[in-house]
């Protein structure tokens, strides 16, 4: 779960970036909504949930809590700039006065490359995530990815691709960590028969190896 938590996916980062930079400066407006529920022996709750915007920026505040005395509330802001990036910040606390937040930044050169940065805080730790993809033109392109923990421990992914018209494609693909760096390589090519292969292998950390293709007619 904390692994979870401290290394999700840049892909989400960037889809992020993709919809906010389509926000645009409606009038503001504002959304609230709640709930609970009851059962046996004293179970159940209540929540609550308020969503605010405009301007292409918006809040959501939320609350949960249960018969029991367990709980936490939320809350996140989200600006974006149109043409530029955005930001965003997420922090929830639990009645037991533990707090875990997640800020988040992208921005855009408009030449096709992208970056961000995302920082994650725990109890237990924390974790900043350091991203840029860009295009390298000729139908090449790139994407970097890393991660460096409180406790010391260092991650990265890099990942270079290249596509020919009417050839095919090929990406490489290279992870390092504590534990060492492992690689994957793919491809898929146009046969001139009008079918496709598709070709990939894999070496571990360890340095064992594994391969694979498919043809598809």
């Known amino acids: 779960m904390k692994k979870k938590l401290l290394f999700t ?7 992020g970036l993709a919809t906010g930079l389509l926000i645009d400066n409606a009038s503001a407006r504002e959304i609230n909504r709640g709930g609970s529920a009851a059962g046996a022996a004293g ?28 709980g936490a509330t939320s809350s996140y802001d989200r600006e974006c700039a149109q043409g530029y990036g955005c930001s965003s910040n997420k922090t929830v606390t639990t009645n037991s006065g533990n707090t875990y937040t997640k800020d988040r930044s992208v921005s855009g050169d408009g030449e096709g490359n992208v ?32 991660t460096t923990t409180s406790n010391g421990n260092s991650y990265s992914t890099t990942h ?58």
Do not use: F, M
Not at 9 to 15: Q, S
Not at 52 to 70: L, P, V, W
Not at 119 to 136: D, G, H, K, L, V
């Open 115 to 146: 970056s961000g940065t995302t920082t994650y805080s725990t109890p237990y730790n924390s974790a900043t995530t350091r991203s840029n993809a860009q295009t390298n033109g000729n139908g090449s392109w790139s994407r970097n990815r890393e």
């Open 43 to 70: 179970r159940g709750g209540s929540w609550s949930n308020n969503v605010s915007g405009g301007g292409g920026s918006a809040t959501r505040n939320s609350e949960i809590q249960t018969n029991s005395g367990r």
């Open 9 to 15: 996916g840049t892909l989400a980062i960037l889809a």
């Open 160 to 217: 270079d691709g290249e596509c020919v018209e009417g050839s095919g494609c090929s990406r490489n693909v290279v992870h390092t960590g504590p534990n060492g760096t492992t690689t994957h390589d793919t491809s898929t090519t146009a046969n001139g028969d009008g079918s496709v292969t598709r070709q990939g292998s894999t070496t571990g950390a360890n340095g064992g190896t594994a391969s694979h293709w498919v043809t598809i007619k």
